[in-house]
Structures are given as C-alpha cells and as structure tokens.
Nanobody
C-alpha cells in the first residue's frame, strides 16, 4: 500500500500563491504517476495536474495551465503543486493521489491511493 499525506493548504487572497506538498510512504516503488485533484462544495472531484514518477511527463487541466506547476522530489518521495495567481474559483479541497497503472493521468479511476485532502480557500 501507499500512504499519502497532503500539507500546505490555507487561506490566501486572490492573486496570491500557495505551495501544496504530498508526502508518499509505503510501497512507493509501485507508483507510476501521481496527481492532484480538487473538489469544491457541491461539485465533482476534478483533475488539476499530474506527473510521472520519473518526472519526465506532466499534464495540467486547462483551467490551471500557466498558473500552477507540478513537480516531484523522488529522493524525498514528495510531490508539490505550486499555485500562483490564485482565483476564487480555485477554492476547494485538494487531494493528492497515486497510480500503479499506465494510462491517462487525468483519469480519476486510474488512481489507487488518495490522501485525506487539504483545504485551499481563495478570498476575493
């Protein structure tokens, strides 16, 4: 199994920045890629960004391209999401997840393990 723990959420004004972290432990050798998803109240959980565990491939949702940057430090088994130019519509609970399979990194059903989530609130 893989355990994932997110941190770094909080309250920020519109236009500000936050960096989320996701620490992985357990059978990290089984991970092929990791991703960030978010869920706003009353909405479906949606894809935000993903990165291959070798850090050679990244993918972003159109809504965050140019503002968010995903990265990973395999030595530390940690993934990051740098969020800049935050907007009120970025307000959500952010979850990190890991996948052991190949496929579309944006596909929620490919992810096996999930963190508990961290709240990001952007005030306008």
């Amino acid at each position: 199994q893989v355990q994932l723990v997110e941190s770094g959420g909080g309250l920020v004004q519109a236009g500000g920045s936050l960096r989320l972290s996701c620490a992985a432990s357990g059978r990290t050798s089984s991970i092929r890629f990791m991703g960030w998803f978010r869920q706003a109240p009353g909405k479906e959980r949606q894809f935000v960004a993903a990165i291959s565990w070798t850090s050679t491939t990244t993918k972003y949702a159109d809504s965050v391209k140019g503002r968010f940057t995903i990265s990973s430090d395999n030595f530390k088994n940690t993934m990051y999401l740098q969020m800049n130019s935050l907007k009120s519509e970025d307000t959500a609970i952010y979850y990190c997840a890991s996948s052991r399979t190949r496929g579309d990194m944006a596909a929620r059903n490919l992810y096996d393990y999930w963190g508990q989530g961290t709240q990001v609130t952007v005030s306008s």
